[in-house]
């Protein structure tokens, strides 16, 4: 399984990558909607789902770069959303089901979970996203 890390924080990139790889994922990093953008002229790049910081450099959004890449590959790619700061209502997030949101420090557990979950549904989600939601606190 495919898995997007997207994390503005060279350190906590490494440390999450290294750990999904560990756990049988194979693990693109982006640092930014740059990086994305070079994945995605890759035909070849269709993850199976994306973890993301909530909030990154340069004023740039997790929300706002999965939105890019689902419009982009034309299909509701999982995303798990991580931040220290997650609010029940955090903007830009509802309408990309299926989807997770996760504090920090991540429960790694939990996270192999919601990839799990992901992996059985994400055929099912059609690109605009789908009716369920999951939120993790």
Do not use: C
């Amino acid at each position: 399984r495919r898995i997007l890390l997207i994390d503005d924080d060279e350190a906590v990139a490494a440390a999450t990558s290294l750990w999904l790889k560990t756990e049988g994922f194979d693990v693109d990093v982006a640092r930014g909607s740059a990086d994305v953008t070079k994945y995605l002229t890759d035909p070849d790049f269709v993850p199976d789902a994306i973890v993301s910081d909530l909030h990154l450099q340069e004023a740039e959004s997790g929300p706002d770069i999965v939105h890019q890449i689902r419009q982009r590959l034309g299909r509701a790619v999982p995303v798990i959303f991580v931040s220290g700061e997650i609010q029940p209502k955090t903007p830009g997030v509802g309408d990309l089901e299926p989807m997770r949101l996760m504090t920090k420090p991540v429960d790694t557990n939990e996270m192999l979970r919601a990839l799990s979950d992901f992996a059985v549904r994400a055929s099912a989600v059609p690109a605009s996203g789908g009716r369920h939601r999951e939120v993790l606190r």
